[in-house]
């Protein structure tokens, strides 16, 4: 069973960075496509961003500009460096990855990990 364990997460003051990681283990397939959701209290979980095995992204425009996305498939991880944090970027951020194995897909979460900016 695969298991995705996120790290990274914490308080930040608005205008700040971080960089979340998440690795991947207990399989052994590689995670095809990897990425971030967040979900805001009351509100929806939301894509940040992913990546696929080869390399190409994708973001939300709300991030675009200010967060990059990459992974090291030697590791099974990936990283979400975020920049320029805002207030509204005040969520639990939680990693994702789809695993194809022959024609079976597989989606996995990990835990979540809070990433608080103050103004």
């Known amino acids: 069973q695969v298991q995705l364990v996120e790290s990274g997460g914490g308080l930040v003051q608005a205008g700040g960075s971080l960089r979340l990681s998440c690795a991947a283990s207990?399989?052994?397939?590689?995670?095809?496509?990897m990425g971030w959701y967040r979900q805001a209290p009351g509100k929806q979980r939301e894509l940040v961003a992913t990546?696929?095995?080869?390399?190409?992204?994708n973001y939300a425009d709300s991030v675009k500009g200010r967060f990059t996305i990459s992974r090291d498939n030697t590791k099974n991880t990936v990283y979400l460096q975020m920049n320029s944090l805002k207030p509204e970027d005040t969520a639990v951020y939680s990693c994702?990855?789809?695993?194809?194995?022959?024609?079976?897909?597989?989606?996995?979460w990990g835990q979540g990990t809070q990433v608080t900016v103050s103004s």
């Open positions: 207990g399989s052994r397939f590689s995670i095809n496509n």
């Open positions: 990546i696929a095995g080869g390399g190409s992204t």
């Open positions: 994702w990855g789809v695993q194809y194995v022959f024609t079976i897909r597989r989606e996995y």
